[in-house]
């Protein structure tokens, strides 16, 4: 049943008016290809109008596949927790498509079995005990990143969206795989980029020709897939022909024997899992801090009370483990950044059988996607959701937020697993570039979102560094 939270001031659908219980309204479609071409043009707008115009859930047509817009925090609870057997990944390793194309069937792609059986061995690298050990590294790479703005000329603006790649890719090989790949990155950035909107066109596209038609996107596509399977499968072998041990998690997945089998993973398996926590431990909190430097340039007070913690917390030391409790800003500036820009915007499931959410009718073999960009803006749950506001992360704000209202990690068993690192990662990074330098945008650059399988400013965010 419904309770009053749920939204009925702009939605339409609603349960309780006698009528329109199982009503999902649909925006008007074109023809037999129904909304493929609002969603090839630019489905995160057509997903934030549609919400606006149609309500809380809303179904949708690419082709014959039939797809509902999930928006509001209860719709979550019941995709992701209450009938998580219901809502299932939509990954198929017969039949890959979209994403699984780029990352194989590693932690994000793979399911069941094989899913609980990886999740569990990979669960304790990223437990909040442990990761107080990865600090060092963390700031080891803020630090590196830091001497080199130093050494360049600061009057000419930077890509701050680059920069960010680069350190979160320094900090995700450093603290999983024990190794550097920057000299590599020229080879691979433009690799990164091609897989991921090549997955993203593909997911959403039932006209998008099979891998084994030799378009030009498909060659393309092989090739930078290739790239990054030769990366990943260097960084592999070496540490195999190393014999040494580093206790990370590229340790866990060449060394730990499954007790049902006696066997170690297989080389592919390990390469999916590491090419899997590469792309997701990089890409996305690249964009969370990006988004925040963006933030912080259109709102200097904020900027400024930022600057204050800093100052008096750090007084120019490098941070450490035990800052941590005390950056609360810090940490409130972080996390109002990814409520308003989620670096990974929808949770996508398939509907395994006719089911029904609060009232709602859901069709077995429908794609049910869960927006979390929707919900951090949704209006009947967060006071002026579009305003860059870190107080609602702080004391008993942060304790009143409506469960599920807040899900830029995901939620339920799928949770993301590089949460905590995530957090603290941004965290350390945020107050240690902050306390030395303040960015600003450059005048009349533009500053637009772009879904690429995670979220990112589409023309990157050309900022120049001052040194405070
Ligand atoms: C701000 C940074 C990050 C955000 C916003 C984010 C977001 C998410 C979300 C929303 C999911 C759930 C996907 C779903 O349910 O379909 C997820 C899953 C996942 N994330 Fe993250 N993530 C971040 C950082 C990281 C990091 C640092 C790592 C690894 C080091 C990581 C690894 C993963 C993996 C492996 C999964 C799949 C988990 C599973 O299905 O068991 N993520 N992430």
Redesign the pocket.
Same mark, same amino acid.
């Not at 339920?412 to 949460?419: A, H, L, Q, T």
């Given at each position: 049943m419904l309770d009053k939270q749920i939204s009925t001031s702009h939605k339409i659908p609603d349960p309780r008016i006698p009528g329109q219980a199982s009503f999902i309204p649909e925006p008007e479609k074109g023809g037999l290809l129904g909304h493929v071409r609002e969603v090839k043009q630019d489905f995160h707008g057509a997903m934030i109008r549609w919400h606006e115009q149609y309500g809380d859930l809303v179904k949708f047509r690419l082709g014959r596949q039939r797809v509902y817009l999930l928006s509001h925090p209860q719709f979550a609870e019941e995709v +992701?927790i209450n009938q998580q057997d219901v809502f299932s990944?939509v990954y198929n390793p017969d039949k890959p498509r979209g994403l699984s194309l780029v990352l194989g069937n590693? +932690? %994000?792609t793979s399911q069941r079995a094989l899913?609980k059986k990886q999740?569990r061995l990979m669960q304790p690298i990223?437990y909040r005990s442990g990761l107080k050990d990865l600090v060092p590294k963390i700031t080891a790479a803020g630090t590196k990143l830091i001497e080199e703005w130093q050494q360049s000329d600061l009057s000419k603006p930077m890509d701050i969206s680059a920069q960010m790649t680069r350190l979160t890719l320094e900090v !995700?090989t450093q603290t999983?795989f024990s190794t550097c790949v920057q000299s590599e990155v020229p080879q691979f950035a433009p690799a990164l980029k091609n897989v991921l909107a090549f997955a993203q066109n593909n997911a959403f596209n039932p006209l998008a020709p099979p891998l084994f038609i030799p378009t030009r996107a498909n060659r393309e596509f092989k090739k930078s897939k290739a790239i990054l399977d030769n990366l990943i499968s260097g960084i592999v072998n070496k540490r195999k022909h190393s014999g040494k041990r580093y206790q990370d998690l590229l340790d866990v997945l060449l060394y730990t024997v499954d007790e049902s089998s006696g066997q170690t993973m297989s080389q592919q398996q390990i390469v999916d899992e590491a090419l &899997? %926590?590469f792309c997701? #431990?990089?890409e &996305? &909190?690249a964009?969370?801090l990006s988004w925040t430097w963006y933030l912080l340039s259109q709102n200097p007070a904020i900027c400024q009370k930022l600057h204050s913690e800093l100052d008096s917390v750090l007084d120019g030391r490098i941070p450490n483990v035990n800052d941590l409790a005390s950056l609360v800003y810090t940490r409130a500036v972080l996390e109002e950044s %990814?409520r308003l820009y989620?670096? =990974?915007i929808v $949770? !996508?499931r398939k509907v395994m059988k006719d089911t029904e959410i609060n009232g709602y009718k859901l069709l077995k073999g429908a794609l049910a996607i869960v927006n %979390?960009r929707n919900i951090h803006h949704h209006s009947d749950i967060w006071h002026k959701p579009d305003s860059f506001n870190p107080e609602r992360f702080l004391g008993d704000n942060k304790d009143n937020i409506q469960r599920l209202s807040y $899900?830029?990690? #995901?939620a #339920?068993?799928?949770?993301? !697993?590089?949460?905590h +690192? =995530? $957090?603290m990662?941004?965290q350390l990074l945020l107050a240690y570039i902050a306390q030395h330098y303040a960015l600003s945008l450059v005048k009349g650059h533009p500053v637009k979102e772009e879904l690429a399988v995670t979220l990112r400013p589409k023309y990157g965010l050309s900022m120049v560094c001052k040194a405070r």
């Open positions: +992701l990944k590693g +932690l %994000i899913w999740r990223f !995700i999983m &899997t %926590i997701a #431990g990089h &996305t &909190t964009n969370a %990814i989620p670096p =990974a $949770l !996508i %979390i $899900l830029p990690f #995901g #339920g068993p799928r949770v993301c !697993i590089g949460n +690192l =995530a $957090l990662e941004g």
